[in-house]
């Protein structure tokens, strides 16, 4: 009885814990086999305790080249999904227009829809355009992909916002650009870099869209992709534990931050 009493206690901890353990399972399955030393081709089963890989990351062919130009599309369709998306979300929220409800329909389209609508629509524009297929073809549909998540959250701490603030501030005599960089911009920053994180990772990570996209271009997902075809090597298992670790360091550094600053508040 005692026991029935302290799992209806802890339930939801113990439902919230699975499921987390649930989600990390690959994670810790990638990084265990990024220490394999595999026989053949392909790393699907565990041999023996290796770190030949993490000294040599870059050791496959193509791999570091394809990631370096993942990381830079990603950054380039972060700022500009990320600028454009801002504007967007400020200018619904803070303003009327006519089709302002279309817009905002519109806007939730590419989150809708299934990517592989988007990659082929996208591809036959650019035939019709006579665009040669290659990165500026991935920037331009990553930064239309990226684009309603981004204003979906920025959106939403836009209208959280106190607008008695920035009435306060002009008050105050504060001129449109001071009151929005001094009071808008730094109260709109927590939806502004969440929307920036979502469309670095959704960047990082698209397969699909850039595979109708990308001509003869290889970005680290179609290396990944093409790599398993042929036998997967243990640096590509290397390179995902170091994106993890890198992603759990800045979740953690940004969780001592914000208690920092809430301590220094109270």
Known sequence: ?????????????????????????????????????PKGRFNYEWQKFSTDAWTDPCGVSGLCSSLALSLQIAFWATLGATVLGAMIAFALVRYRFRARGAVNSLIFMP??????????????????????????????????????????????????????????????????????LRVTLPIAAPGIAAGALLAFALSFDDFIITNFNAGSTVTFPMFVWGSA???????????????????VLFVLASMVISNRRNKQKA
């Open 111 to 180: 989150m809708a829809m299934p990517e592989v609508v988007m990659a082929a629509s996208l591809l036959t524009l650019f035939l019709n355009m006579g665009v040669q297929l290659g990165f500026w073809t991935i920037l331009i549909a990553h930064i239309m992909f990226c684009l309603s998540f981004v204003v979906t959250a920025v959106k939403a701490r836009v209208m959280s916002m106190d607008p008695r603030l920035e009435q306060a501030a002009q008050d105050l005599y504060a001129g449109p650009l001071q009151t929005f």
């Open 229 to 247: 075809q042929r036998g997967t090597p243990v640096q590509i298992n290397v390179i995902g534990t170091a994106m993890f670790i890198i992603a």
């Open 1 to 37: 009885m005692a026991f029935v009493n302290w799992l209806k206690r802890n339930l939801v901890v113990i439902a919230g814990l699975v499921t987390l353990g649930y989600l990390l399972l690959p994670n810790v399955v990638v990084t265990v086999f990024s220490f394999n030393d």
